[in-house]
């Protein structure tokens, strides 16, 4: 089954609003990235966050990390409608590979 | 500026054709990465190469081939195209820190079609 869980699979809120989405994964991790793609274009790196690590924020975005549930989440505040776009965490587990999840569609309506 | 770029963008071929998806990156990374990406499967990977001339089987390497003979340069070849690798596939390079990786740079992504 695929690393790194992610939910919900779709997400719709109101500009202005906060988005949270969330991942979950199995083993043990190096470090934890997050990652969006618009749609038909390739994945632009947003955030990375190593083990040891519990939160680190980049502008809006605020990612934490919590190793002993095995879970981040990746919050968005005062969300706009550029932010649409599909949201992936990706896992470097060993040998800097990274296994990506399913993703969270987020749609933020104007 | 550097950059990765992967070719041709959208291909359609014919079941048992050989094709290959060109990936050239000038980040001068030592990591590279070729992933696929269907829906309801995330992105799965392929092949990937720490350097020149090293190969690695990913999750889903059957059918799917790699070489690595300079540093920029990581095409995928589809020895005998299967309709079922129909996907999207994006290629990736990455810097090397000791045994873990930063950030992947990605392509936008080649489009393959097999009829």
């Known amino acids: 089954s695929q690393q790194g869980e992610e939910d919900p699979q779709a997400l719709s809120i109101q500009e202005g609003e906060n988005a949270t989405m969330n991942c979950s994964y199995k083993t043990s991790i190096n470090n934890l990235q997050w990652y969006r793609q618009n749609s038909g274009r390739g994945l632009v790196h947003l955030i990375l966050?190593?083990?040891?690590?519990r939160e680190k924020h980049s502008g809006r975005l605020r990612v934490t990390l919590d190793t002993s549930k095995k879970s981040s989440s990746l919050l968005i505040t005062a969300s706009r409608a550029a932010d649409t776009a599909s949201y992936f965490c990706?896992?470097?587990?060993?040998?800097?590979?990274?296994?990506f999840g399913e993703g969270t569609q987020l749609t933020v309506n104007p | 500026d550097a950059e990765i770029t992967q070719s041709p963008r959208h291909k359609i071929t014919e079941t048992g054709r050989q094709v290959t998806l060109a990936c050239h990156q000038t980040w001068n990374h030592n990591n590279m990465f070729w992933y696929r990406q269907d829906l309801g499967h995330g992105l799965r990977l392929i092949h990937y190469s720490y350097g020149v001339h090293d190969t690695n089987k990913g999750e889903v390497s059957d059918g799917y081939s790699v070489s690595r003979s300079n540093t920029e340069d990581l095409p995928l070849t589809l020895e005998s195209a299967a309709s079922s690798q129909t996907s999207v596939y994006f290629c990736?390079?990455?810097?090397?820190?000791?045994?873990?990786?930063?950030?992947?740079?990605f392509g936008e992504g080649s489009r393959l079609t097999v009829l």
């Open positions: 966050i190593r083990s040891n690590e």
């Open positions: 990706a896992k470097e587990t060993s040998g800097s590979r990274l296994t």
């Open positions: 990736a390079s990455s810097e090397s820190f000791g045994y873990t990786t930063g950030e992947l740079f």
